[in-house]
């Protein structure tokens, strides 16, 4: 099965949601970066909330860039995701190992640390739009929850999970996003408050075998949850020689006539899949005429 997110409304558009899952995408990842159970926890988690963000883009050329910075051993991670839930990540210190945190999970929590959260959405601007926020648990879901609030005044829930196998490969993933539009009834948001408290994780959800479609009537039981679409969710580079030409030129004649000087053969590494794209100084020389800046 590939991965999909369902979105939709309930109790009469007065609650939105999404709901996700992203086994597939996360294995993509786990793989690509050779990352330990924790780190892919980690950045499965932001790619899942990446996809069901990517959704909520007005334009079909907008972008979120979802970056996490830590003082605990990962660092940080960087999850960029487009309008049509194509999303890509990495985390500075993917194969970081810790022992599990007091409820015998992965500790994302304590690799992550203490830090901030940023949620940068280009539409095309000027000036992209960019909110940040304190991490509340380093757990991201919490984080995401915490963020809508503050910075987008939506209060919302958001759970996400990634469950591992015994060897280290991803048995599942996926998560939720449930918002409250302005005009909620205290009775939708009692309704649904009771409903989520009965949600101990998404873990458990997953486990389960729950399919998002499940996860949601699980969640808005009473509510009258209704599905209007199912998009497709996946891991997408995009990167491409055009591109990282395109960024070298860039930086500007100055820059790339000191490359030049160096006489050697530049490599640039795309940290989103891994990709290599070498340069010889002729090439960059060439690259450099059509630098317009210094
Ligand atoms: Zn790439």
Known sequence: MSDYIVRGTAANDQIRFFASTTRELVEHARKLHNSSPVM???LGRLLTAGGMMGCMLKGSKDTLTLQIKGDGPARGMTVVADASAN???YS???QVILPANAQGKLDVGGA?????LSVIKDMGLKEPYSGQVDLQTGEVGDDLTYYFAVSEQIPSSVGLGVLMNKDNTVACAGGFIIQLMPFATDE???TLE???S????VTNLLRAGLTPEQMIQHILKGLDPEFSDTLPTAYVCGCSRDKVERMLISLGKKELQSIIDDDKDITVNCEFCGK?????PDEIRALKEKAQRD
């Open 276 to 280: 290599n794209y070498t340069f010889m």
């Open 112 to 116: 992550l640390g203490k830090g901030t």
């Open 198 to 201: 009965q949600v101990h994780s």
């Open 87 to 89: 999303v890509k990540g």
């Open 188 to 190: 939708a948001i009692n």
């Open 40 to 42: 892919t926890a980690a």
């Open 194 to 196: 009771a409903n989520l």
């Open 92 to 94: 500075i210190e993917p």
